[in-house]
Nanobody, 124 residues
Framework: QVQLVESGGGLVQAGDSLRLACAAS????????MGWFRQAPGKEREFVAA????????SYADPVKGRFTISRDNAKTTLSLQMNSLKPEDTAVYYC?????????????????WGQGTQVTVSS
């Protein structure tokens, strides 16, 4: 069982940076793959980034490549998402999620545990 709590969202201007954090509880954090998803109003929840349990492997959605960086600290059981050069189209509720799959996965259905989400709003 993994419990996830996101923080760090807010209102920023286009071009600004923001860092999201996800605090995880549970002894399995260091052995489980993690991901970030986002959901904009009226849209489906979409994959943003994922990282393997070791932190050695990452994957990003095309719209955020080169701007967002996912990382984790297993000792602190924390997942992070550094977001740079933010755009208005990045506005969404951001969710962290945990997957017991043995490889990085991008499908929403592959993630069993979810946080409550944190709002990110980027003004133009």
């Amino acid at each position: 069982q993994v419990q996830l709590v996101e923080s760090g969202g807010g209102l920023v201007q286009a071009g600004d940076s923001l860092r999201l954090a996800c605090a995880a509880s549970g002894r399995t954090f260091s052995s489980i793959n993690m991901g970030w998803f986002r959901q904009a109003p009226g849209k489906e929840r979409e994959f943003v980034a994922a990282i393997t349990w070791s932190g050695r492997g990452t994957s990003y959605a095309d719209p955020v490549k080169g701007r967002f960086t996912i990382s984790r600290d297993n000792a602190k059981t924390t997942l992070s998402l550094q977001m740079n050069s933010l755009k208005p189209e990045d506005t969404a509720v951001y969710y962290c999620a945990a997957s017991r799959a043995g490889v990085i996965v991008t499908a929403r259905r592959a993630y069993e545990y979810w946080g409550q989400g944190t709002q990110v709003t980027v003004s133009s």
